[in-house]
């Protein structure tokens, strides 16, 4: 802590600077003076935070020099000396603040206790103003995101009138008095990989832009702009009172939140080069009903599976419910062939076939979403019947398994439907091609393990349980050559072996299962280009 003296007593000046131990108390002397001009020209050079003060000194008083003091800096702490015990300058000296009034003569140990008192009494002051201004900075970092959390609560419907009106004010939120309201939703479209500029995974950035622009956009439009859990930008606009509003002036006004939702919609795709939807709930006329336009705004804009993408969608009364899925046996037989099988072109027929007698023909996202219930119930199906994990098939897919209406559009919808079938068609091929591998491993075991005998594909075929021609046609296709071609060729490539090694011509024939001594000669010959017994006397092949 900083301390000046003001006496013009040159003894009792030195006295007070020199003999009192303010070093040891953390307190530093850092400036004296003996008049009131001087006082004054110190205290702004040093900014001392506490002023020993005389009152009765050269050319302004003290009470003159505390006074000017408390204007310039009302956290320092003046305490004065004085010859006089008259209560006018102890009045004065009250209403100027003055942390302590000593009279003279007054002892060291006393002078140092009221400075003591005057800086624990900064302390205090300091920290308490510290606190609030940090609780003050706190709370205008922290104002925004509790501004959001308001209006997402406020769209759920969680405030009665009044409580809106006063959290509004809490939260430095301006309600207008006697308005009209609109709520409008709107969210990017579903993102592809062609679209090239940004891939699916950058819905997040993507969302973050929309409710960026949408604030710049709109900054002179009376609303309020903010994002919902799901990350879609959410629009409350209002329109104030005014004099004599009837039915025409309330069609204005949701005339221009149309305008004003699809000029946002412009720039958005002119500016990031992809598009984005939008729903608008219907007119209300109180912030306690605001909730209900919300929801229908949500509503509106799950529509764009109907209509398509980049539009504006007002809220409509639901029609009458009408049953929207008639009985197609043949087709749903057809396409659970098609994917059993892993035939790929005729499931993309099937599913084209269905998108078109089904969801081309929907009315409403309600019927949109009830023919994918049904129709990924029978995909469902189809995968559980064969004994097979959907989640180890579809990867990705899955999750709009369990969501369908986060398939927004009916063109993100028949994308998933196709990339549902490529996975399932690719699973099947897969496990046919490694099948057939271990079918035909299967086959090559038996010849090696029935070499002796005279075995054929009829005799493999009743072994493994399995038609012979499907045997025949599958191992040419798989080894290049027919299966008794590779029979003779086994046994040929062992009776040369085993020859060399030294065995008997008979023995050798009879343990590839010949019994016809001649006929083992033959087929040697025409493999090798000679005979068994010119192995023996160690002829070379010609």
Request: net charge negative; with cysteine; aromatic share 8%.
């Amino acid at each position: 802590m900083n301390l000046m003296i003001v006496e013009d007593e040159p003894r009792l000046l030195n006295n007070l600077a020199r003999n009192i131990p303010w070093d040891e108390q953390g307190i530093e002397v850092v400036a004296t003076a003996s008049s009131g001009t001087e006082a004054l020209r110190l205290f702004e050079q040093m900014k001392p935070n506490i002023v020993l003060l005389d009152i009765n000194i050269p050319e302004l008083d003290g009470l003159a020099v505390a006074r000017r003091i408390a204007e310039r800096d009302p956290l320092a702490k003046i305490i004065v000396l004085s010859g006089h015990d008259d209560f006018k300058y102890a009045q004065i000296a009250i209403e100027l603040h003055v942390m302590k009034y000593l009279l003279k003569p007054s002892g060291n140990a006393e002078v140092l206790q009221a400075v003591l008192e005057a800086r624990e009494s900064i302390r205090r002051d300091l920290e308490a103003k510290y606190s609030h201004e940090l609780m003050q900075r706190k709370w205008a970092e922290h104002l925004p995101r509790l501004q959001d959390i308001f209006y997402q609560s406020w769209m759920e419907g969680s405030y009665a009138d009044w409580e809106i009106r006063n959290r509004s004010r809490e939260l430095m939120i301006s309600l207008p008095d006697d308005a009209i309201w609109a709520v409008t939703v709107v969210d990017p479209d579903p993102l592809t990989n062609a679209n090239g500029r940004f891939a699916a995974e950058d819905g997040t950035l993507v969302r973050i832009s929309l409710l960026g622009l949408a604030k710049e956009f709109l900054d002179r439009v009376p609303c309020f702009i903010f994002a919902n859990h799901a990350g879609a930008t959410v629009l409350v606009f209002f329109d104030g009172a005014r004099d004599g509003r009837d039915s025409s002036s309330a069609n204005d006004f949701m005339a221009e939140v149309h305008l004003h939702t699809t000029r946002l919609l412009g720039v958005f795709k002119e500016y990031l080069k992809i598009t984005a939807s939008a729903g608008i709930g219907r007119l209300c006329d109180r912030p306690g009903t605001v909730s209900d336009s919300y929801r229908e705004a949500c509503q509106a804009l799950e529509e764009r599976v109907v209509h398509g993408h980049d539009i504006v969608v007002p809220y409509r009364d639901k029609r009458e419910p009408r049953s929207v899925i008639a009985a197609d046996i043949q087709r749903e037989k057809s396409l659970a062939h098609a994917l059993e099988t892993g035939q790929r072109e005729n499931a993309l027929v099937m599913i084209d076939e269905w998108v078109h007698a089904y969801l081309d023909s929907a009315m409403t996202s309600d019927e949109v979403h009830e023919n994918m219930l049904y129709l990924s119930s029978l995909i469902v199906r189809v995968v559980q019947l064969q004994g097979w994990s959907l989640n180890e098939i579809v990867g990705s897919h899955l999750a709009y398994f369990y969501n369908l209406r986060a398939l927004t559009t009916k063109e993100q919808t028949v994308q998933w439907l196709y990339g549902v079938v490529d996975r399932i068609c690719l699973y099947v091929n897969e496990r046919k091609h490694t099948s057939r591998h271990e079918l035909i491993g299967k086959m090559i075991e038996l010849v090696d393990a029935s070499i002796h005998e005279d075995i054929g594909l009829h005799e493999v075929a009743g072994k493994l349980y399995i038609n012979a021609s499907y045997l025949s046609r599958l191992f040419k296709q798989q080894m290049g050559q027919p299966f008794t071609s590779y029979i003779v060729e086994r046994k040929m490539k062992l009776a040369m072996q085993w020859l060399t090694e030294g065995m008997k011509v008979s023995e050798t024939a009879n343990m590839l299962g010949y019994r016809d001594f001649s006929y083992f000669t033959k087929v040697f010959r025409k493999t090798w280009g000679m005979t068994p017994a010119d192995v023996k006397n160690g002829k070379t092949m010609t």
